[in-house]
Antibody, heavy 119, light 108 residues
């Protein structure tokens, strides 16, 4: 069974940093691209970014709103995905989802972790 | 980026009814790389449809997707109580991935 479990969310002040993690199991993690999508309270879904697999050189891509502030990484030996967030803004407040990408399709989602940016 | 516009914003319906939700893209979504998701309160989105018309694993056959190019639809042939939720379309043909703003189905 595919499982994705996010952790690391919490309350952080504007300008601060936070690192989210996602533990993957039940599939060959190293074969897949992985994505982050977020959802602000009461709002819709917004793509954050992607990391490709080793075969595609671990290339990362980001939404314009987070580029230069967020960094996605992965550890295939630990089946884990990370999202390092810095220079956080109030508008980054959201539930952050870790998602498996299967040939472009976002087929399995974690339960999400809430990040609140507030003073 | 491809902008997806969903309509209507909210629908109030009764169990047993048939519904069609619309998703219109600002540019052609080639290869029909269009997906639909269902989201219930407090839960993560769940993949329903990919490739515009293929049902994901475990999705009941009352859910159907169709369309091409810039116009796509999600049809639920007969609403069950558990279908009342928010539905999102999403394109994955090009980065950035984009989502529609969602259609909320409410019980009348």
């Amino acid at each position: 069974e595919v499982q994705l479990v996010e952790s690391g969310g919490g309350l952080v002040q504007p300008g601060g940093s936070l690192r989210l993690s996602c533990a993957a199991s039940g599939f060959s993690f190293s074969d897949h691209y992985m994505e982050w999508v977020r959802q602000a309270p009461g709002k819709g879904l917004q793509w954050v970014g992607r990391i490709r697999n080793k075969a595609d050189n671990y290339i990362t891509e980001y939404a314009a709103s987070v580029k230069g502030r967020f960094t996605i990484s992965r550890d295939d030996s630990q089946n884990s995905l990370h999202l390092q967030m810095s220079s956080l803004k109030i508008e980054d407040t959201a539930v952050y989802y870790c998602i498996r990408n299967d040939w472009g399709i976002l087929d399995y989602w974690g339960q999400g972790t809430l990040v609140t940016v507030s003073s | 980026e491809i902008v997806l516009t969903q309509s209507p914003g909210t629908l109030s319906l009764s169990p047993g009814e048939r519904i069609t939700l619309s998703c219109r893209a600002s540019q052609t979504v080639s290869s029909n790389y269009l997906a639909w998701y269902q989201q219930k309160p407090g839960q993560a989105p769940r993949l329903l449809i990919y490739g515009a018309s293929s049902r994901a694993t475990g999705i009941p056959d009352r859910f159907g997707g169709s369309g091409s190019a810039t116009d796509f639809t999600l049809t639920i042939s007969r609403l069950e109580p558990e279908d009342f939720a928010v539905y999102y379309c999403q394109q994955y043909v090009t980065s950035p991935i984009t989502f529609g703003q969602g259609t909320r189905l409410e019980i009348k």
